[in-house]
């Protein structure tokens, strides 16, 4: 089952190596990393060309975050999509537990993992409040932001299905 990750990027050249390297570093690698560089004017550009054939660059005026990842899941071949955020790392593992999870149960369409929240290089619990929800998840979700992109990987048919992210709805682009 191929895994496409998605990796959109908006000057953020300052942390993005950290997290195309925990893509690169995952115990089940991922057959396509595809960065969308959404208008950059930092030294993004020049910090994806030190990756060569390991990454697909993608790169489109500065549209947004869902535009980004649009044009990111659009671009991919896998059946799978991976979305991490250009400030967020991955656990080594992530993947391949998120890989067997849909062996072992093909009727889901997506799934998150727990996440560990970092401030000020200091380790900071969620609160039980902002604990993942397992099943259906939407409405338990919706009075706070319970589902973290760089947490998911869904199937590709479900972004299809769905007409992908609505790009005229606002997104958490701290820092835009």
Request: hydrophobic share 40%; net charge neutral; aromatic share 6%.
């Amino acid at each position: 089952m191929g895994v496409s990750v998605i990796i959109p990027t908006f000057n953020r050249a300052w942390i993005l190596a950290e997290a195309i390297d925990s893509v690169l570093g995952q115990t089940c690698p991922a057959d396509e990393i595809i960065v969308v560089d959404d208008g950059s004017t930092d030294d993004t550009r020049a910090l994806l060309k030190r990756y060569g054939n390991r990454i697909e660059i993608l790169r489109q005026p500065n549209q947004g975050v869902s535009a980004a990842r649009n044009n990111g899941w659009r671009r991919a071949t896998g059946a799978l999509i991976a979305l991490l955020d250009a400030d967020d790392l991955w656990r080594p593992a992530k993947l391949e537990r998120q890989i067997a999870f849909f062996n072992n149960h093909p009727e889901a369409r997506i799934c998150q993992t727990q996440e560990i929240w970092m401030r000020k290089g200091k380790r900071v619990n969620p609160k039980h409040r902002h604990r993942k929800p397992s099943g259906w998840i939407f409405e338990p979700s919706l009075a706070l932001c319970l589902v973290s992109p760089s947490a998911v990987m869904m199937r590709q048919e479900l972004l299809e299905d769905m007409g992908g992210f609505d790009e005229a709805l606002p997104a958490s682009d701290i820092g835009r």
